[in-house]
């Protein structure tokens, strides 16, 4: 893993924001990556990966719960 400026990393924990339309999440304590150079926060591929998940579920089951759509479908009963 590198940074686009070329400065050295130095490996550590960081956080993570992000806002929807109906929320607001933060994931802290995640390992990182940042550059010693410009200050870059970087992630590891897998844990990008596992944010990803999270944030689209968090977006699904937000979606949920303001619009009123069941979560399950009624014919399934």
């Known amino acids: 893993m590198e ?10 924990r960081s956080s993570y924001s ?3 339309e ?3 999440i933060v994931i ?3 390992p990182a990556y940042k550059c010693s150079r410009c200050g870059k926060i970087l992630f590891q ?5 596992k944010i990803k998940a999270l944030l689209k ?3 699904r089951d ?3 719960i303001i619009t009123g759509t ?8």
Request: with cysteine; glycine share 10%.
């Open 70 to 77: 069941p979560s399950v479908h009624t014919y399934d009963y």
């Open 18 to 20: 992000m806002s929807g």
């Open 22 to 24: 109906y929320y607001y």
């Open 45 to 49: 591929d897998d844990v990008v990966d």
């Open 28 to 30: 802290e304590d995640i």
């Open 3 to 12: 940074c686009t400026c070329g400065g050295m990393l130095t490996e550590g």
């Open 62 to 64: 937000t979606k949920e």
């Open 57 to 59: 579920r968090v977006d």
